[in-house]
């Protein structure tokens, strides 16, 4: 008789479970440099004391998961032995080493947490996790928690083992804490889609790039766009002027480059399809410094354009603003699925891709003045879902400095990496664009 479970998975995280099963997904990542005025880099002492710390106060950390094909559920780890899931590498190419991690999937049968940290050698630190424990928000309050530890650990040495405590208990799933039952207009409108002729879809005229191949092709790419601090400053200046958001005005952006590099010659290509992550942690009443797996998307099917519009931008914030409650709907459809998620999920691939684009951002990382020696700068947040997933990830993070990075993530077999090279210098140029 194996070890007590401490909860069944919920929902999202069942879903983020099974598609890492099936191999279709490897992890979600939030990287960090850190740095002190006087000098000295982060040593190993230093980072596994805080490491105790951090772990301590995030139990989602100190657990494996059992029974992934079936019913996954969280089961306690006795201990986590750091030099198994930390590694110092002698890397300093963060984008390569982003490609890395994103290319590896975790070993959910060996007694391991399901997460790792890499460090480079400039002190930038990785956090990898697996999707089924943390969204992207998790990420970066790991970083917020580490930099707090960093503060008050001294000149302490560092175990290598952290024993788990007996116990340990973890946040309810999300589905416990807010109502995501999908409404009965939904419910009939969601299962009248299936009985509708493909041609009658909305996503039939949609470009959503490459078919999703029908063996998993788990071939990574990352490309790492900065703006500067000041940069983004005046841009979210002018997105308020215009009653838009950074994230509504990245939508419109993106959508109107990519309706550009739609193939020539295809003219039965009208929409594009996006998908915005939404965070639930607002409705669920959930801590900005909470390790869960708290999150949602909002689907829509922009007009191929070309032009960039601040009205459109405006409309698309007010949107978003309107989703923040009703998204719950979309993990509450995954109750119609719930015994068989493996199976829906098998039956995408060979198909037509669900959508072009998708746009996360954990928002900016406010900064901590006087409350210790360290800082952080360069984040950057990037995550997977490569075979199944939106041919194009959009992840956006900002650090206390008020820069931002952007990370494009794709997989080999879903966009042309010319198509992304292309994208990225156009969506460089015309965010600088709207700044004169």
Known sequence: MGP???????????????????????????????????????????????????????????????????????????????????????????????????????????????????????????????HGIGDGLSGVAFHRSLLAALQDVGDASGSLVVQVSESLSLLPPIEAVTNVWPSLRKIITEVFSLLLPASWKRGYYAWNANPVSKTPDFTPHVKLITFSGEEMAAFAKICRSHSATVTSAFYVLAAAILSRLVPPHSPQYKTLTAVIAISLRGVAGASADAFCDYVSGHMSTPSINSAFQWPAAARYAAELQRQKTAVRQEIGMIYLIASNIAGFMKGMLGGKRRATFEISNTGRVPA?????????ERMVFAQSDLVVGAALKINVTGDPTGAVTIALTWGEAAIDGEVVESFAAQFQEGLRALLV
Not at 91 to 99: G, K, R, T, Y
Request: charged share 20%; glycine share 4%; aromatic share 8%.
């Open 4 to 130: 007590t479970p401490l909860r069944p998975a919920g929902l999202i995280e069942s879903w983020h479970i099974t598609r890492h099963f099936l191999g279709l997904d490897s992890c979600v990542l939030v990287s960090a440099r850190y740095i002190r005025p006087d000098g000295p880099i982060l040593s190993k002492e230093h980072l596994f004391a805080a490491l105790h710390k951090v772990i301590e106060q995030h139990p989602i950390l100190s657990v494996m998961v059992q029974n992934e094909e079936s019913k996954p559920s969280f089961i306690r780890l006795e201990k986590i032995e750091l030099p198994l899931v930390v590694q110092f590498s002698d890397n300093n190419d963060l984008e390569v080493a982003i490609q890395r991690q994103l290319a590896t999937r975790f070993d959910t049968a060996a007694e391991l947490p399901l997460w790792r940290v890499e460090v480079l050698n400039d002190s930038t630190v990785i956090l990898a996790y697996h």
């Open 368 to 376: 901590v003045e006087g409350v210790g020696p360290w800082r952080v």
